[in-house]
């Protein structure tokens, strides 16, 4: 078969799945901002950063991210760096947006006012989470960042209890604490906090653990003394005179390195998923060398029992993702944000995965937005690149047809099931929303 009909079969074969979405930072739909215009909402994150890369002030972010102001004056302060960025995944996933959703042939000067009336006019209509996941993206279930009470319809939540291995103040671990019932007193009193936080997490529905730290650290974690991490911990402590308003403390390598070990164990225990982010980092720069997944396989080797799941195709690590996913067991690969961080480097690291790392062990698509218009984009280019990737591996003899598609849905469908633990959280099929 050639590789164009094999293209076409897939793409109406991955087109008809419900898929599920490993990661999003989406709030729930009453919880969106409510003066919001289309470029207001869609320049919260992702693309702005291309805009600010091809040469966008700060201010000129600013000013064009307020709605109070002329929707085709702020237009005019992009453009030009709109246009320079346009063809980014990101930029692309966006055009998609403006097509799928309201029939508006991509973002530009001539159409930036029709755009704005259509998404006004949804926004007011309500129903608009159930039109773009449900009926139009055809999502059964994303996983959202650290909502433990979020819409159980659209979301399962991830757990982020990064601040017991960072904290920042006296008063931080005080009111941690006291949110469990532990009056922290000493390393012991935390680690007891943290245990409590995550049976907590774990009652109220979260399905899996996830750590952001590589925003601000390595994901190198040495295995510290426990009387090196006391002697962290007890700083913040002698630095107890300090007044309510003292600016953040910088926790000591020793506790971090600590905490981060004390929630491996505990994952250990409870058979628990852990989500790292790797690779590229949101926003202008950010030191890309500490979200290395190298630096992470001290704790493969350790916690054999405990299933990672690192995000963001490793990028621009891929490679080296590859190989731990290759060695280890407990390391599989997710794909959240990666098809509009670059989709050529989404298709060219599938392909390179399918030829290294059993196939059970990539999750094909996490969006990874925090406004619901960009979910849509970014699953319309996942869905055609692992059609594209899963059809060249049929024209050059790889894959059959049928374990091209049995391959799609352990990508999209079975895969994040499996490994983060989804099966009982499935909503059952409810009617689609009509437009």
């Keep these: 078969m050639n590789r164009e009909t094999a293209e076409q079969e897939l793409i109406a074969h991955i087109d008809g799945l419900e898929i599920l979405d490993s990661h999003e930072h989406l709030p729930d739909e ?21 805009l600010i890369s091809a040469g966008l002030s700060d201010q000129g972010l600013v000013q064009a991210r ?11 302060l992009v453009e030009p760096y709109w246009e320079a960025a346009r063809s980014t995944g990101y930029g692309r996933s966006l055009d998609l947006a403006a097509r799928g959703l309201y029939g508006i042939d991509g973002v530009r000067r001539q159409t930036v006012g029709a755009l704005n009336e259509a998404f006004v006019a949804a926004r007011q209509q309500g129903g608009h989470y159930e039109y773009v996941l449900k009926t139009k993206s055809r999502i059964a279930l994303s996983v959202v960042d650290s909502n433990l009470g979020c819409d159980r319809r ?23 604490g006291r949110g469990v019932g532990v009056q922290v007193h000493s390393l012991e009193d935390w680690e007891e906090a943290l245990r409590r936080q995550l049976g907590r997490a774990l009652d109220e529905g979260a399905v899996v653990v996830k750590h952001g730290l590589a925003y601000t650290r390595s994901l190198h974690y040495e295995k510290p003394t426990r009387a090196a991490a006391e002697s962290d911990f007890h700083e913040f402590f002698r630095a107890a005179r300090a007044p309510e308003w003292r600016g953040p403390m910088q926790a000591g390598e020793a506790l971090q390195c600590h905490m981060w070990h004390a929630l491996l164990r505990l994952a250990d225990q409870q058979g628990l998923t852990v989500q790292v982010h790797t690779g590229l980092q949101e926003g202008n720069g950010n030191v890309i060398a500490d979200a290395n997944p190298v630096h992470l396989t001290n704790c493969f080797l350790e916690y054999e029992n405990v299933t990672f799941d690192l995000f963001h195709m490793g990028y621009p690590y891929v490679l080296e993702l590859a190989n731990l996913a290759k060695n280890f067991r407990n390391v599989n690969i997710d794909m959240c944000w990666g098809h509009i961080i670059s989709p050529t480097a989404a298709r060219l690291a599938l392909t390179e995965w399918l030829d290294t790392v059993p196939a059970n062990k990539i999750i094909g698509f996490g969006g990874d937005y925090c406004f619901v218009d960009g979910v849509y984009g970014h699953q319309e280019l996942a869905r055609r690149n692992i059609a594209a990737t899963l059809a060249a591996k049929v024209a050059d003899g790889s894959f059959d047809l049928a374990r091209a598609r049995e391959v799609a849905g352990w990508l999209l469908v079975d895969n994040p099931r499996r490994i983060l633990r989804l099966g009982e959280r499935l909503p059952a099929p409810a009617p689609t929303a009509a437009r």
């Excluded at 009453?30 to 291309?50: G, I, K, M, N, Q």
């Excluded at 307020?66 to 005019?76: H, I, K, N």
């Excluded at 659209?154 to 941690?176: C, G, K, V």
């Design 154 to 176: 659209y979301f399962a939540s991830a757990f982020r209890l990064d601040n017991f291995i960072q904290p920042t103040h006296r008063r931080e671990i005080r009111d941690q």
């Design 30 to 50: 009453a919880d969106r901002p409510a003066a919001a215009d289309v470029l207001a909402e869609w320049l919260t994150h992702y693309f702005s950063c291309d």
């Design 66 to 76: 307020d709605s109070r102001g002329d929707l085709l004056a702020r237009w005019d």
